[in-house]
């Protein structure tokens, strides 16, 4: 008998006000494409029995909560954001939601880096993509939810080489993008460093063109 995916529902975040979405990026196409395409890998995920996942970039919390709702409180789900309210709405949402999250405020994965290394079996970022001037990036706040600088990649190109050493063997990273971003050359470095790349989702929102990119390390 086939055994059919289950469905789970899209985290609680009515708790939060428009006031708190001037503060901290506000759960969009993007957010939901990442949420899709998780519950799209459930049952791959589920094998890898997940005990230590990450989200880079919690923002409102919606993905590290969708994280700990689809496997429970076996693993340990620890998020980052540079935005010191995102760090404090997403235990909110995860509150609301009634699960357990550590929410860390640091550039990127800096305070984890060397804890971490080689234990984290599913790791997230929906980054900052949107090309815009260099200097709008990392000024702080809502604008850090978007300014990508340069190809949009600039915040995207410091991640990655963390994202390898923080994998562990059987470790899976999605990563969000729009076109601008150029996935071939994304797929060109990661492969460098050993990590082999797929499209999971891809999904046109506007003026955006979106993708859901998965990494794993070639065996
Ligand atoms: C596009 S938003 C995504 C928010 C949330 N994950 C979602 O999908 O709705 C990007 C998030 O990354 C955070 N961010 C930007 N630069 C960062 C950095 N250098 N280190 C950690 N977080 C960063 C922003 O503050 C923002 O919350």
Same mark, same amino acid.
């Given at each position: 008998m086939e055994c059919q995916r289950p469905v789970f529902a899209t985290p609680d975040t009515s708790h939060l006000s428009p006031q708190d979405f001037d503060l901290v990026y506000e759960p969009a196409e993007d957010s939901f494409l990442l949420l899709d395409a998780l519950e799209s890998e459930y049952f791959?995920?589920?094998k890898?029995?997940?005990t230590i996942c990450v989200e880079v970039g919690c923002g409102s919390g919606i993905c590290i909560t969708f994280l =700990? !709702?689809?496997?429970?409180?076996g693993a &340990?789900?620890? &998020? /980052?954001?540079?935005?010191? /309210? *995102? *760090?404090?709405? *997403?235990?909110? /949402?995860a509150d609301q939601n009634k699960v357990l999250i550590h929410p860390i405020v640091c550039d990127l994965v800096n305070a984890i880096n060397d804890q971490l290394r080689g234990k984290v079996d599913i790791l997230v970022f929906n980054p900052p993509y949107v090309v815009t001037p260099s200097n709008e990036v990392?000024?702080?706040?809502?604008? =850090? !939810?978007? =300014?990508?600088?340069?190809?949009?990649r600039e915040v995207i190109d410091?991640?990655?080489p963390h994202a390898v050493q923080l994998l562990s063997l059987q470790g899976i990273l999605y990563l969000v993008i729009i076109k601008e971003n150029r996935s071939d050359e994304i797929e060109d470095k990661m492969r460098q460093f050993g990590l082999h790349m797929t499209t999971v989702k891809n999904?046109?929102?506007g003026k955006e063109n979106l993708y859901v990119l998965k990494f794993t390390r070639v065996t």
């Open positions: 791959s995920l589920r890898l029995r997940p =700990a !709702s689809m496997f429970g409180p &340990c789900y620890i &998020c /980052t954001d540079i935005n010191p /309210t *995102a *760090a404090k709405v *997403a235990a909110q /949402t990392g000024n702080g706040g809502i604008e =850090a !939810s978007w =300014a990508g600088g340069e190809k949009g410091r991640f990655l999904r046109r929102a």
